[in-house]
């Protein structure tokens, strides 16, 4: 384990290289750029823009880039005890993403860097969240409803097939999801999606089975799909 001073904050980029290692104190992710696939105590989790995580002290991480392109993400190793109350928890909006971009663009400004150092921690920790457990039902399992989406593109998806997967009413996951992802559900179904096509790209699958086994009704509307996400 390595340790770091109360609270250190900064942009790193992470490649497709595998890494590893655990810390005595709070790490906090929130995605940038790219895809960062974290495996935490054996719990697999993805961190793609926008999104976050916070890694508790002790637990040890796997962690790689999924694009070749590699991660970007803002990261806060923090002592704060405060985060305990957050640790695997997504950011309840897109506000933390907000911040996180803006921070991280505080960072690269010799003029504003020492404010988003002096600042930034507590302001991300309160754009979190309290860490109050929601009202209204169990967490989601957003990493275990990728993995259910991931074998079923072939089906007609729906926002009412997503929530009974999660025991929820729609109108209630579509409440859920916008506060833990900052995004609607056909926003992030359309994100899942995407995701698992770059992936098989990636492994050498050409276009066209690419897109069918995705559920794009032709390889255009993948390649059309991808050039909007970059």
Do not use: N
């Not at 992470?14 to 750029?33: K, M, N, W």
């Not at 169990?138 to 009412?160: G, K, M, N, Y």
């Amino acid at each position: 384990m390595r340790s770091v001073p109360a609270a250190s904050l900064s942009v790193r980029d992470y490649g497709a290289s595998r890494g590893s290692h655990a810390h005595d104190h709070f790490q906090v992710l929130v995605g940038l750029r790219g895809t960062l696939e974290l495996e935490v105590e054996g719990r697999g989790q993805r961190v793609g823009a926008g999104q976050g995580v916070v890694v508790a002290p002790g637990d040890r991480h796997d962690f790689e880039a999924v694009s070749r392109r590699g991660s970007r993400c803002l990261v806060l190793d923090t002592a704060d005890t405060a985060w305990g109350a957050r640790a695997g928890r997504m950011p309840p909006d897109a506000r933390a993403a907000a911040l996180a971009r803006y921070l991280a663009l505080s960072l690269e400004s010799k003029a504003a860097a020492a404010l988003a150092l002096l600042q930034g921690p507590a302001l991300l920790c309160e754009a979190w969240g309290s860490g109050e457990p929601v009202a209204g039902g169990r967490p989601i399992d957003w990493a275990a409803l990728a993995a259910w989406l991931r074998a079923r593109w072939h089906l007609p998806l729906t926002v009412a097939e997503l929530a009974r997967q999660v025991h929820l009413s729609p109108s209630q996951f579509s409440e859920r999801c916008r506060r833990e992802t900052g995004l609607s559900p056909m926003q992030w179904l359309r994100g899942q999606r995407l995701a698992q096509a770059r992936a098989l790209r990636l492994s050498g699958m050409g276009v066209a089975e690419a897109a069918r086994r995705t559920g794009y009704r032709s390889p255009s509307a993948l390649t059309a799909a991808m050039r909007r996400a970059t």
